[in-house]
């Protein structure tokens, strides 16, 4: 079946240093892939996205990396700031879906240090 | 310019009841997606809706179902609630129908005792 996991549950890390979130997934036929960033009390929000004829995508303060080969994608946030704390979310859809039916995997809650 | 919006913000209803969920998408799109996300679990796909038609459908029984008017809004009804169903139910809009950004809305607290 279909699924988007991630390694760790939890993640802690220092203002100011890197935070790297990864996600595994298992349908090889998914193509496009997102990460959303969920605040307390509210929706996920879209952060950054990537297909699958890339490998990388670059945004502001955000990277994504996506390997097929092992399927695994990551998150990498520069400079960690207390605004980044939230959950974090990686999705994915595949062409095979008829609708819009991202799958969602359980999420990485993300805590800054000070 | 709005953002996806839905209410109520909170609810509380009690087993065997029924409730209506609503959303307003984005100015310009046509495409209104409902998840269920459960408290410590990603959302869960429910339903698509495109054009007013039903494009996709998740793994929920049959006491949920949606519609989309002529203004794409949309509304979730849910039957015979459990107190399984306690969620955050999400509204997602876009503007196509697969492999497109989903802009969600802050979500309907649903609370079944």
Same mark, same amino acid.
Request: with cysteine; aromatic share 10%; proline share 4%.
């Given at each position: 079946?279909?699924?988007?996991?991630?390694?760790?549950?939890?993640?802690?890390?220092?203002?100011?240093?890197?935070?790297?979130?990864?996600?595994?997934?298992?349908?090889?036929?998914?193509?496009?892939?997102?990460? =959303?960033?969920?605040?307390?009390?509210?929706?996920? @929000?879209?952060?950054?996205?990537?297909?699958?004829?890339?490998?990388?995508? @670059?945004? @502001?303060?955000?990277?994504?990396?996506?390997?097929?080969?092992?399927?695994?994608?990551?998150? @990498?946030?520069?400079?960690?700031?207390?605004?980044?704390?939230?959950? =974090?979310?990686?999705?994915?859809?595949?062409? =095979?879906?008829?609708?819009?039916?991202?799958?969602?995997?359980?999420?990485?809650?993300?805590?800054?240090?000070? | 310019?709005?953002?996806?919006?839905?209410?109520?913000?909170?609810?509380?209803?009690?087993? #065997?009841?029924?409730?209506?969920? $609503?959303?307003?998408?984005?100015?310009?799109?046509?495409?209104? &997606?409902?998840?269920? %996300? *459960?408290? #410590?679990?990603?959302?869960?796909?429910?339903? %698509?809706?495109?054009?007013?038609?039903?494009? #996709?459908?998740?793994?929920?029984?049959? $006491?949920?179902?949606? $519609?989309?008017?002529?203004?794409?809004?949309?509304?979730?009804?849910?039957?015979?609630?459990?107190?399984?169903?306690?969620?955050?139910? !999400?509204?997602?809009?876009?503007?196509?129908?697969?492999?497109?950004?989903?802009?969600?809305? &802050? #979500?309907?607290? !649903?609370? *079944?005792?």
């Amino acid at each position: 079946g279909e699924s988007v996991g991630l390694h760790l549950p939890t993640l802690s890390v220092q203002e100011g240093d890197n935070s790297i979130i990864n996600c595994a997934y298992s349908n090889s036929a998914s193509d496009y892939f997102i990460w =959303y960033k969920q605040e307390s009390g509210k929706g996920p @929000q879209f952060i950054i996205d990537i297909r699958s004829n890339m490998d990388k995508r @670059q945004g @502001q303060r955000v990277t994504v990396l996506l390997n097929k080969t092992v399927k695994h994608l990551s998150l @990498q946030i520069a400079a960690t700031q207390p605004g980044d704390s939230a959950v =974090y979310f990686c999705a994915e859809t595949s062409p =095979y879906s008829s609708a819009s039916k991202i799958i969602f995997g359980s999420g990485t809650r993300l805590s800054i240090r000070p | 310019d709005a953002g996806v919006t839905q209410s109520p913000t909170h609810l509380i209803k009690t087993r #065997g009841q029924h409730v209506t969920l $609503r959303c307003s998408p984005i100015s310009g799109h046509k495409s209104v &997606s409902w998840y269920q %996300q *459960v408290l #410590g679990q990603g959302p869960q796909f429910i339903f %698509q809706y495109y054009e007013k038609e039903e494009r #996709g459908r998740g793994n929920f029984p049959d $006491r949920f179902s949606a $519609r989309q008017f002529p203004n794409y809004s949309s509304e979730l009804n849910v039957n015979a609630l459990l107190l399984g169903d306690s969620a955050l139910y !999400l509204c997602a809009s876009s503007s196509g129908t697969a492999g497109e950004k989903l802009f969600f809305g &802050s #979500g309907t607290q !649903l609370s *079944v005792l």
